[in-house]
């Protein structure tokens, strides 16, 4: 059955980096485009970023763009998500998603499996 694992979270000072991953199983990953959404206290669901399943194309937030990186290794078939330059307001609990096939990873984009997440906390 197709799984996602996110890990890496944890807590970060502002100006702070992590690396989030997703380890996918359960399907041929290297077919699929992935994206990463957050979910802060409170909030709904905000897309962050997606890539294509061959990594010719990348998309992020306006929130996001040029503090995170959004990559993929297929061999390892895990997506990976570096966030860099943290502020406070990036706290929020993390997903990795799958898209259907064809979709784009955009906010637009349609999802069919969706991980457990994992909790990123930026704060001094």
């Known amino acids: 059955q197709v799984q996602l694992v996110e890990s890496g979270g944890g807590l970060a000072q502002p100006g702070g980096s992590l690396r989030l991953s997703c380890a996918a199983s359960?399907?041929?990953?290297?077919?699929?485009?992935m994206s990463w959404a957050r979910q802060a206290p409170g909030k709904g669901l905000e897309w962050v970023s997606g890539?294509?399943?061959?990594?010719?194309?990348?998309f992020y937030a306006r929130s996001v763009k040029d503090r995170f990186t959004i990559s993929r290794d297929n061999a390892k078939n895990t997506v990976y998500l570096q966030v860099n330059s943290l502020k406070p307001e990036d706290t929020a609990l993390y997903y990795c998603?799958?898209?259907?096939?064809?979709?784009?990873?955009?906010?637009?984009?349609?999802?069919?499996?969706w991980g457990q997440g994992t909790q990123v906390t930026v704060s001094s």
């Open positions: 998603a799958r898209a259907r096939l064809g979709s784009t990873p955009d906010p637009f984009g349609e999802y069919d499996y």
């Open positions: 359960g399907f041929t990953f290297s077919s699929y485009a």
């Open positions: 890539i294509y399943p061959d990594s010719s194309d990348t």
